[in-house]
């Protein structure tokens, strides 16, 4: 790589001497030697995530809801960090099926669904059986400062390393919209799949919905033709996949609705890029921010809501007009699949009338 940049360099010294001697057209007729670069833009700047071994993934849809057991009160929930081989978008048109290697919680990307209510003690046995040290962060949740899982800087517990197991224990509040992901490398580490739903509903709810959807969004580095994954942004390694709850457009699952039922979307900025979320033939209602209720009088009506890294937004509309929506990212290079449209952060929204 260094060979390649050195290279790019000395073309690049090249064309501004040959500039400054020649004028710019004659520059600009000579045919420069360009360094090679791959069809998929692909720099293999660094070593892909190692899958050698690593199963096929045995679910095959992510954030679904962890089961806990009761103990004396205490609802335990049990998590095991692995790596596996995890499908991102099934053959379609001129399009391979493509399978990325991710480094998950309990085997899905997003990793499961923890769901409790208000005030619930919780407690979380993890497992790293990654070949890396990992830990847990609850991003938003005010926990006591030894449970915030801020292992790289240790700042507040040491990276829980291969083999080891952690327990982190704290009472679950306030409602709303919260998610976990590992706090060791998290610029390699949380966009490879190290990322999951964390909600806690109220004790008493104050609106009721017919259909509550989580839509965590996030970036993926693939050579499709091999399934090697880098993490998106090191060493300038651009996305070349998108994903909603871990699968591209045509995989992201239909949300079906009848005509005037009222749905939530919690949207969650879980990888590194802002996603302009756009929903066609209704406006939403912005309900909360960062798990945080909007008092009614404040809350904004839009079409489209810009989902920055880390943060959570609760839209709610009543599904009113019939047809098949589109709701998508509005960065549109977003909805490509590496590189060719329709893809990505595209799905539907079905309103039957
Ligand atoms: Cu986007």
Redesign the pocket.
């Known amino acids: 790589m260094r060979l390649l940049l050195a290279t790019a360099g000395l073309g690049l010294v090249a064309i501004i001497a040959l500039t400054a001697v020649m004028g710019t057209s004659r520059a600009q007729q000579m045919q420069m030697p360009m360094p090679e670069t791959p069809a998929a833009g692909i720099k293999m700047t660094e070593e892909p995530i190692p899958d050698q071994g690593v199963p096929r993934a045995t679910e095959t849809t992510g954030g679904q809801p962890l089961k806990y057991r009761l103990v004396n009160g205490v609802k335990v929930f049990d998590l095991v960090a692995r790596p596996v081989k995890w499908k991102i978008q099934s053959k379609y048109e001129r399009q391979p099926e493509v399978w990325a290697t991710a480094w998950t919680y309990n085997g899905t990307v997003p990793g499961p669904m923890i769901r409790v209510t208000e005030g619930d003690r919780v407690r979380v046995v993890f497992k790293n059986q990654l070949p890396a040290p990992i830990s847990i962060h609850w991003h938003g949740l005010p926990v006591p400062n030894a449970m915030d899982g801020v292992a790289e800087p240790a700042l507040t517990q040491k990276p829980i390393r291969s083999g080891e197991t952690f327990t982190y224990e704290f009472v679950a509040r306030p409602a709303g919209t919260f998610f976990y992901h590992s706090h060791v490398e998290t610029d390699r580490q949380i966009n490879i799949g190290l990322f999951a739903p964390f909600i806690i509903d109220p004790k008493r709810p104050s609106s009721r919905v017919d259909k509550d959807v989580v839509l965590m969004?996030n970036e993926w580095r693939i050579d499709p033709s091999t399934g090697k994954t880098w993490p998106a942004m090191p060493s300038m390694s651009e996305p070349n996949y998108?994903t909603i709850n871990g699968k591209a457009f045509p995989d992201i699952p239909t949300i079906t609705v009848k005509k005037g039922q009222r749905v939530r979307l919690r949207f969650v900025g879980a990888g590194q890029?802002?996603?302009?979320?756009h929903l066609h033939g209704m406006f939403f209602k912005i309900v909360a921010t960062d798990g945080n209720p909007v008092p009614p009088a404040a809350q904004l009506t839009k079409d489209t809501l810009p989902i920055t890294p880390g943060e959570r937004y609760d839209v709610e509309f009543v599904a009113d007009n019939p047809g098949k929506w589109a709701l998508h990212?509005?960065?549109l290079?977003?909805?490509t699949n590496n590189g060719v449209e329709p893809g990505?952060?595209l799905m539907v929204v079905n309103v039957i009338p």
């Not at 890029?273 to 979320?277: G, Y």
């Open positions: 969004l998108f890029f802002l996603h302009p979320m990212c509005h960065v290079h977003h909805v990505g952060l």
